[in-house]
Structure formats: C-alpha cells, structure tokens
C-alpha cells in the first residue's frame, strides 16, 4: 500500500474526522467565550471596582525608548517597553475557568447519557 494511500485511509476514519470537528469547534468556543469575558463580564468587574481597565492593569519591568509613564499597555508597547501584564493574564485565568467549567459540563452531560444507553442496553438484553 502507498504512503498515499494509507494517509487517505487515515484522514477519512471516523475519529480523525471527529477529532478535527472538535478542534475547530472548540477553537471557535474559545472565541466566544474570550469575547464573553473581555466584552462582557470584565467591564461590570472593572466599573465595580472603580473604572479599572484589566487591559492597562500592568507593571514597567523596563522603561522604553520613551520615559514613561504609560497611561496605557498599548503606549507602554509602542515606547518598547518591557511590561508585565497583570490585568491581561487574570482575563486570560477568568477565560480557562469558564471554558474548563463548560468542557466539564458537556463531559458530565455526555456521560449521563452513555450511562443511560448502557442502562437501556442492559436492561433490554435482559439477565444472562
């Protein structure tokens, strides 16, 4: 069998194929709920916490080829500025807590369901 020939058989197998749909969903869900946490949930966050902007939440590590201060990450960034960027990375923490908690969800929720077909099974084969 060819190289070829063995590489279609592989790309057209039924977990190859529903590994890559998952991908891209997944990437796509990643999006929404990026969009959901820095669109969303963090500007109430920061209007609570009296008119913080996670996105300018950030420490000088070393100035730029412009003296700062930096009223903004993105002024920081355009000086060349070496920045630690605190607020960024709690969004970033607050992203992957509810991605893992949705991830965890669909699992449980699958889970139930196979349990529940395998009940059904079970029960229709009867006692052996």
Do not use: C
């Not at 700062?68 to 960034?77: I, R």
Request: without cysteine.
């Amino acid at each position: 069998m060819s190289v070829l020939t063995e590489f279609k058989e592989f790309a057209v197998k039924g977990n190859v194929v529903d590994l890559a749909v998952g991908i891209i969903i997944g990437a796509e869900f990643g999006k929404i709920v990026n969009s959901m946490v820095t669109d969303v949930i963090m500007p109430p966050i920061g209007l609570i916490l009296g008119n913080v902007d996670f996105k300018n939440i950030f420490a000088v590590l070393k100035e730029g080829t412009v003296a700062g201060p930096y009223p903004t990450l993105v002024e920081a960034q355009k000086a060349g500025a070496v920045t630690m960027n605190f607020g960024l990375f709690f969004t970033a923490m607050i992203s992957f807590v509810i991605i893992a908690f949705s991830v965890f969800l669909l699992v449980k929720a699958m889970n139930q369901l196979r349990r529940s077909v395998e009940a059904k099974v079970q029960t229709k084969a009867g006692p052996q």
